[in-house]
């Protein structure tokens, strides 16, 4: 894809920039994902029993629908390179900022989500992000009359992870930033490593299908390495260099 494409901006150069980063991001994306095209009865070790996704840059049919037909296999089968570019760009990565991103929020803390919601639910990567503001709020005595967070996966704009979310981040600033996603690294690891949540929507079932438990696979135990280089991805780091 050439990078015009993706430009919307010429004339403006922090939205020329802004589009540069969102397709760094994606291309890591695609470091991270298996960008061939792969059937779903071939995904063995971290599929749900009967479920049969089809997947190619990462992107399932579950992307354009909850409901399973052999017609959005195919649309998967058939995506392009560029068609991948523009879905995470103007859906996954657009809601993400929506949510952590804009006035008071932080750029490499919506990548980051944005990359954990790809590839576990957006649901999942709030709820990790509750996670590490609640490990925040417990840590700073500042804190200490604040209640923490109940841990659900919703978010809302002026709610409570908002607010908590931002108020960390003004108060703290560089230094709130980097805890965060310490936290959220943190917590990405422990789901990759099948450990225990006591959330909504990360079930123990979810976390073992990441882990997989089948320590005699080799090819499983690569993967297994593969979670780990991505909970260890850090935007931060990228803009700091």
């Not at 354009?64 to 195919?74: G, R, V």
């Not at 976390?207 to 909970?231: C, F, H, I, L, T």
């Amino acid at each position: 894809m050439s990078v015009e494409n993706i430009i919307f901006d010429k004339n403006s150069d922090d939205i020329f920039h802004q589009d540069m980063m969102d397709y760094n991001f994606v291309q890591g994306v695609f470091g991270r994902e298996d960008t061939n095209y792969v059937k779903g009865k071939e995904l063995k070790s971290h599929r749900v029993p009967g479920e049969n996704w089809d997947t190619k840059y990462g992107i399932t049919y579950k992307a354009y629908s909850d409901n399973y037909s052999d017609a959005l296999n195919k649309k998967v089968k058939n995506l392009t390179e560029d068609q991948a570019i523009q879905h995470y760009i103007n859906k996954d990565l657009k809601n993400a900022r929506y949510i952590w991103g804009g006035a008071g929020g932080s750029n490499a803390i919506t990548y980051k989500l944005t990359d954990i919601g790809i590839n576990a639910g957006p649901n999942t990567g709030t709820e990790i992000m509750q996670l590490a503001i609640n490990d925040v709020i417990n840590s700073q005595p500042v804190y200490e009359n604040v209640k923490p967070l109940t841990v659900d996966g919703k978010w809302s704009k002026g709610g409570e992870t908002d607010k908590y979310y931002k108020d960390i981040l003004a108060v703290f600033g560089k230094k709130g930033e980097k805890a965060l996603m310490e936290q959220i690294k943190y917590h990405q690891h422990r789901l990759y490593q099948g450990e225990k949540f006591k959330t909504k929507t990360i079930s123990q079932e979810k976390a073992n299908r990441y882990y997989w438990g089948q320590k005699g696979n080799p090819s499983e135990g690569d993967a297994r390495g593969g979670w780990v280089d991505r909970a260890n991805w850090d935007p931060l780091k990228i803009e700091e260099q």
